[in-house]
């Protein structure tokens, strides 16, 4: 088998040489960020291209391939092989998980990192193989090396620390000047009364969509609120004071313990872009949340006028998210080890059930968000990583309890989901918290 190496110079050169290239790619961060990168590459090397953005691939379009050279798809496609070289000419650039050993026909280039011993959790992305892909068509494409990153913060590959094939392009970018790495504070904004307001993640009860709250809240802890994130950081004593003033907030409110973060984080900041990797992946991320994703392609393109709608996009998604979450504890009910809400807004359950479980709602139970969807409920179910030490398996309890009633479900321990019909929710309720009860007991008092 050729190397990953190889085989990125050999589709970048292939590239190098086409008049017109269809790109596939999903809607989430990591994808709009590879799209982008993949895209801005092809135009400086005055190969024409056209982009397209998908919720989820079902099967690849015979569309795709009518006046195309070829069709890259990105971030997803290591599941259709088979039928992407039934259609045509394609390169997968994918780091999900295989069907089998990955091997491709001759007509398809199948880059997947888990087939070259590479984590695709932490090691590689979508964004990851597209800038490889665009850095050896021009080494002068180090610029487009924050967006990149912006998609891995977006697939969450940092966290455990960034490995592989990551790693490599991050060093490359700091000794460009592209990226600096700082240790920060987990804020983002402008004005740290901005950032604590705006704050999901952690949500802060009495503070998060709160902006007297926090403006009161800073002024008593001697911290003026129109004061930058940057100037905060700066200055280690109120920063040391404003993180265990938080951190006591969330002890106060029943956080978790495993996600109360006294420490400052590794913050990747993008000197020449004016923003950092949270920040832009944030952006990009709710573009697509929004039903705007063309905006995060834009911005990876390097529209100043996509930046100033991502900015607003980004504020907008998060206040959707905050409606969500305030008031959440007292709409959600408890049984023995699952506790469930209704959320009304699409594609929000597994955010709300997510921050939900994090900050807010009770760590001893699994939080399941229901959402309606015509004669269906569909469900989002989170738990956290002490439960799952403990061996709590969501991905199994949601399939188990979605199959007595018919439904279907799965997922991961931590974070899985599933699909009942509407009229079955009590009896799936029932059996869902009796397989938690049988993984991982009742709650101690
Ligand atoms: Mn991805």
Same mark, same amino acid.
């Given at each position: 088998m050729q190397s990953i190496q190889d085989q990125i110079e050999s589709l970048a050169s292939t590239l190098k040489g086409l008049a017109f290239v269809r790109v596939i790619t999903h809607y989430d961060a990591d994808g709009i960020s590879a799209g982008g990168v993949l895209c801005r590459a092809l135009h400086r090397a005055g190969v024409r291209f056209h982009c397209t953005m998908l919720r989820e691939l079902k099967a690849p379009d015979p569309e795709w391939w009518s006046d195309s050279d070829l069709v890259v798809m990105l971030d997803m496609?290591?599941?259709?092989?088979?039928?992407?070289?039934q259609h045509g000419r394609s390169a997968i650039l994918d780091h999900h998980t295989l069907n089998g050993s990955g091997e491709a026909p001759p007509n398809v280039v199948h880059i997947n990192p888990r087939m070259h011993g590479i984590d695709g959790?932490?090691?590689?992305? #979508?964004?990851?193989l597209a800038y490889l892909v665009a850095?050896?068509?021009?080494?002068? !494409?180090?610029?487009?090396?924050?967006? *990149? /990153?912006? #998609?891995?913060?977006?697939?969450?590959?940092?966290?455990?620390?960034?490995?592989?094939? !990551?790693?490599?392009?991050?060093?490359? *970018? /700091?000794?460009?000047g592209e990226v600096e790495v700082v240790k920060g504070l987990p804020l983002?904004?402008?004005?740290?009364?901005?950032?604590?307001?705006?704050?999901?993640?952690?949500?802060?009860?009495?503070?998060s969509g709160e902006?007297?709250?926090?403006?009161?809240?800073?002024?008593?802890?001697?911290i003026d609120p129109s004061s930058t994130v940057e100037d905060v950081e700066s200055d280690p004593v109120k920063a040391s004071i404003l993180m265990s003033r938080l951190a006591l907030r969330l002890v106060d409110q029943g956080t978790a313990l495993e996600n109360v973060k006294e420490t400052f984080m590794d913050k990747y900041r993008f000197p020449k872009l004016h923003t950092d990797g949270f920040m832009l992946s944030n952006v990009i991320n709710s573009t697509g949340r929004l039903g705007v994703p063309g905006v995060g392609l834009?911005?990876?393109?390097?529209?100043?006028a996509a930046m100033e709608e991502g900015s607003r996009t980004r504020a907008q998604y998060r206040r959707n998210v905050q409606v969500g979450l305030i008031g959440l504890r007292d709409r959600t009910t408890a049984l023995e080890r699952v506790q469930y809400f209704t959320n009304t807004v699409p594609n929000m359950g597994g955010a709300l059930s997510g921050l939900g479980v994090s900050y807010i709602l009770d760590p001893h139970r699994a939080a399941i968000a229901f959402t309606e969807s015509g004669k269906d409920l569909k469900i989002s179910g989170r738990a956290t990583r002490a439960l799952v030490s403990q061996g709590l398996d969501l991905a199994d309890a949601l399939s188990k309890a979605s199959g007595t009633v018919g439904g279907v479900g799965g997922g991961h321990p931590i974070a899985a989901g599933a699909t009942i019909p509407a009229d079955r929710k009590d009896e799936f309720l029932q059996a869902l918290d009796d397989a938690l009860i049988a993984q991982v007991g009742l709650v101690p008092n």
């Open positions: 496609g290591s599941s259709v092989i088979e039928a992407m070289a959790t932490t090691g590689a992305c #979508g964004s990851t850095e050896a068509m021009d080494p002068a !494409n180090v610029d487009l090396a924050p967006y *990149a /990153i912006g #998609g891995m913060i977006g697939d969450r590959q940092f966290v455990g620390g960034f490995s592989g094939l !990551n790693t490599g392009i991050l060093e490359r *970018a /700091i000794a460009a983002f904004g402008t004005t740290v009364s901005e950032a604590l307001e705006l704050s999901n993640d952690p949500f802060y009860i009495g503070l902006p007297d709250n926090v403006d009161a809240f800073l002024r008593e802890i001697g834009s911005v990876v393109m390097g529209d100043p």
